[in-house]
């Protein structure tokens, strides 16, 4: 399974944190993860000094069981995204979304 797990959903039912704010991302990946249990793994490219780009992954990642599926859903969410989240700022610079992230400070950014 692939997806864009920083990429921003409209009316998101679960908000995982994500930077320390909640974040208005998909978390269905996570779910059928879960579900399935099988493990996710974060990949990614990052441009690197010799003019190329080099891809990334993290080891897996085994999802956690909990009596409460919500309660599974949004800290297997956040376990993902914190992995994630090491590799954004290992090149913060290269990391875009052009989507709002966290919609509920859009007001507090200069337009």
């Given at each position: 399974m692939l997806t864009g797990a920083?990429?921003?959903i409209p009316n998101p039912e679960v908000c995982p944190l994500f930077f320390g704010?909640?974040?208005a991302l998909p978390v269905h990946h996570i779910f059928l993860a879960t579900r399935a249990r099988v493990?996710?793994?974060i990949?990614?490219?990052?441009?690197?000094?010799?003019?190329?780009?080099?891809?990334?992954?993290s080891e897996p990642i085994e999802m956690d069981s909990h009596p409460d599926p919500d309660v599974a859903l949004l800290r297997n969410a956040e376990k993902v995204l914190s992995v994630a989240q090491g590799f954004i700022r290992q090149t913060p610079w290269?990391?875009?979304v052009p989507l709002p992230v966290w919609p509920q400070?859009?007001?507090l950014v200069p337009s």
């Open positions: 920083d990429r921003p704010r909640p974040a493990p996710l793994v990949a990614l490219t990052c441009f690197q000094a010799d003019g190329k780009y080099h891809a990334y992954a290269q990391w875009s400070i859009l007001d």
